[in-house]
């Protein structure tokens, strides 16, 4: 009996504490062209398909059990873009059939019946974004252009005037009422004004092409390949480093950022440090079509291996400290730097730490070991003009400082 209960505590000790993504019930296959949103715990997931319809399901258990709902969507009508205002649920559908009627659509019943908007049509039928905030909501062409409504969904205004074309535009976000877009030929633009006037950020992003724009709270994230973060509304950039990996997605839950390359990967501490928590999850052969991920409060959602995998937030094992817990912030002087070295200036002493020098394309230029102490020098003679980041590595945790140089 002693050996039965030590064996049922060994189980239950051990496999408790591993984290493991568990295979969902959702009988969707194709997810090419997928779209997905919640609310709460209820989650809305529809793709393309290649039949007569497109296969749209909702779970109101964070994915447990499904409810097949085409057959509740206007006839041969596919679902390309989600979101849920105001109560109410607001998709773009769409045909290949001329005839048919495509545009924005809303249900007030979770997917069970749908209206068109009043003002909509096949116009519309392109919008593959939607972005929400106090009663604004915006529908953005996947090709470049814009549409508005001002009543929650119910009418549509086309303002693509407002916005430069041939411009595909990756994803959206309303921040302090502030409409970021990610583009892939201008960077991230914003408007101030609702959409009537936008602006191209002049940032440090290494190119024009970024596939997304999120947010935790006052911290902006970009993905452009690699993560950026910005905590001045778009103004200025800084790149996150410690994900040797090029990203194809990125998400978040308003208190962790996850990113997708080569496998699933999650930080708390806007990015400073970060735990792969990939485990069991199936990540080869993966493409930037099929990478797909999602987060609510409660569980971070991935499509691999042609299947909706989740994995419970909570279970997740020795999730990484934040950054203002265990490592002491760095100062630079003078900045910018018209000499040939920068002093460096730590809050605290750390037994051993690298501290390292990059440019703005994450290159490591620079690295030199530091052991008990708290202000040094490093020689930058080699370094051009321009802009860097120092970065403080120690005990898996880092700290990051931008300078200038002006020789």
């Keep these: ?196 006037t936008w602006t191209k950020l002049d940032n440090e992003l290494k190119g024009d092409v970024v596939y997304d724009v999120l947010n935790i709270n006052d911290t902006l994230f970009a993905n452009d390949g690699d993560i950026w973060k910005s905590v001045d509304d778009g103004l200025h950039w800084s790149h996150i480093f410690g994900l040797n990996t090029a990203l194809l997605k990125i998400a978040t839950n308003q208190k962790y950022l996850f990113s997708w390359g080569d496998g699933v990967f999650c930080s708390n501490s806007n990015g400073m440090s970060w735990k792969n928590i990939s485990f069991n999850l199936p990540t080869a052969n993966l493409s930037s079509k099929n990478a797909y991920l999602y987060a609510n409060d409660s569980f971070v959602f991935a499509f691999a291996d042609s299947m909706l995998w989740r994995l419970k937030i909570s279970d997740i094992p020795n999730i990484v400290q934040r950054q203002n817990s265990s490592i002491c912030p760095l100062s630079i002087y003078p900045n910018p730097v018209f000499g040939n070295t920068i002093n460096v200036s730590l809050n605290c002493i750390l037994p051993f730490s690298k501290m390292r020098i990059y440019d703005l394309l994450g290159k490591e230029l620079i690295s030199v070991s530091i052991t008990d102490q708290n202000s040094f020098r490093i020689p930058i003679a080699n370094l051009s003009n321009g802009s860097y980041y120092v970065v403080l590595n120690s005990g898996g945790l880092m700290s990051e400082r931008r300078f200038e140089v002006l020789h």
């Design 1 to 196: 009996m002693k050996i039965f209960f030590a064996i049922a505590l060994f189980f239950f000790t051990h496999c408790a504490a591993y984290a493991q993504w568990v295979k969902t019930t959702c009988p969707v296959i194709d997810f090419d062209g997928s779209c997905a949103c919640f609310k709460g715990d209820t989650l809305f997931i529809s793709s393309g398909g290649y039949d007569d319809y497109a296969r749209f399901h909702r779970s109101t258990n964070n994915g447990i059990t499904w409810t097949e709902l085409h057959m509740h969507l206007p006839k041969e009508k596919r679902i390309q873009a989600l979101t849920y205002s105001n109560n109410k649920l607001v998709s773009c559908m769409f045909d290949w059939n001329p005839d048919s009627t495509s545009g924005i659509f809303f249900s007030t019943d979770n997917g069970d019946h749908w209206e068109i908007s009043e003002g909509s049509g096949s116009h519309f039928g392109s919008i593959t974004l939607f972005a929400y905030s106090n009663g604004l909501l915006f529908g953005i062409y996947g090709s470049g252009g814009l549409a508005r409504s001002t009543d929650n969904g119910n009418s549509w205004h086309d303002i693509s005037a407002a916005f430069w074309g041939n411009n595909p535009i990756t994803q959206a976000l309303f921040h302090k009422n502030i409409l970021f877009l990610s583009t892939y030929f201008n960077g991230v633009v914003r408007s101030n004004d609702s959409g009537n």
